[in-house]
């Protein structure tokens, strides 16, 4: 994997957040130690930008081993820096509160003089128990750090939902869609990742799956972990669809789309095709998604593609669409259609309530949506390019069809 310019500019904004933060912290520490912490701080920060860069280069890294911590210590260090710039104003709040409201230096002794009276001697001073508080915050946020790393690469979840519709043909109640989106292997998405995700959607008897772009990040890796994939997508009675998402296009459309093809995916460039179920039918539509154009013209393409997918269907018939983007929601709404799943947003990695932190940056960024009869989901993805996460795990899901009576 080639190192690109994004890379570059992530390693380059590395150096200079370490190098404010490594300011900052050492003034909290007594100036005799403040020399030393400054180069150790600094080392750190060189190391954790040759591992992202090393990373970028070797691709993926699948194991426990002594490398392991360091093929993580990359990202896990570039993260740090920015929650520390959250820690920097709070560590500066509470010394302010703190030092406003204490007047004696607490806990104190009696301590014996040579003179053999008791004196208070203050076991913790005042300036030393500042000190303390202020590195409270830094040291809360390398735990959440810690914490979200480990939520990232440790497990991932089966997400189960029901959609019920009024008008849903008989023949479909019970319908069951598997959907895997924003998998991103590569550097942090192994084979073995692949493995533990497949199982848990091939335990759920789907009848067909769903993915929604931005699989593949390594396109070297791809073949291994559809191989993995392969014994599912055997199985699966209505196939397998895919629709490109933008990382496709960044690592090379063409490539994927023969790999996908070699292992039975059916890609759907805004396309449809009808599928039989139970003696009913149903369309699938799928929709590209290469955003190398500027919002505006993306929003007129959005309109265009959904065009092509979907305008020869007739609005009585039950729609499934696959858009790698959320952007497509608001389309799939006005044309009706009934069930639009997404991804892209990664539901921003962090969430709170079932909801993400970072509902602002999207209109539709996380979880269900509705209007009328129509539905859209958008989910929090499988994978990622960044490894933290933190109560927003890594999920596939599992939609089954229910006629509501």
Known sequence: MRIGVFTMTVVALLLLLASLNGYWLSRLLRTERRRGFRWVYALLTVTSAAAYLGIRVAGQFDGASAFSLLFYFGPFWTVL??????????????????????TLDHPTDKTPTSLGKETDQ??????????YAAMAPPIAMTGINTLGLVDAEVSVV?????????????????????????????????????????ALLRQAEPDLLAITGDLVDDVKKLPAALAVMKPMIADLPLGTWFCMGN?????????????????????????????????????????????NVDAAARRSMAEK?????????????????????????????????????????????????????????????????????????????????????LNCPPEVSLITLKRNT
Request: net charge positive; with cysteine; hydrophobic share 45%.
């Open 122 to 131: 203050p076991l913790l001073t005042r300036r030393a128990f500042l000190s």
């Open 247 to 291: 990382h496709e296009h960044l690592r090379g459309a063409a490539p994927i789309r023969n790999i996908l093809q070699q292992y039975g995916i059916n890609i759907l460039d805004n396309q449809h095709r009808q599928l039989a179920f139970n003696g009913s039918k149903f369309f699938v539509a799928g929709v590209d998604y290469p955003m």
């Open 81 to 102: 820096q920015l929650l520390l710039l959250l820690a920097w104003p709070v560590s500066k709040l509470l010394t302010m509160i703190l030092r406003r409201w204490s």
């Open 158 to 198: 089966l997400r189960r939902m029901e959609f019920a519709y009024a008008g849903l043909p008989p023949q479909l109640d019970g319908l069951k869609i598997a959907h895997m989106t924003d998998v991103h292997i590569g550097p942090y998405i192994s084979e073995r990742d692949i493995g533990k995700m497949t």
């Open 305 to 389: 593609y959904l065009d092509a997918a979907c305008a020869p269907i007739a609005a009585d018939e039950f729609t499934l669409l696959l858009a790698h983007h959320p952007d497509f929601l608001p389309g799939a709404f006005r044309r009706q259609v009934d069930l639009t799943l997404a991804g892209h947003t990664h539901g921003g990695q962090v969430g709170w309530g079932g909801r993400s932190m970072f509902d602002f940056l999207y209109p539709y960024m996380r979880g269900v949506y509705q209007q009328r009869q129509s539905f859209g989901f958008v989910s929090s993805g499988a994978g990622h390019w960044l490894p933290f996460r």
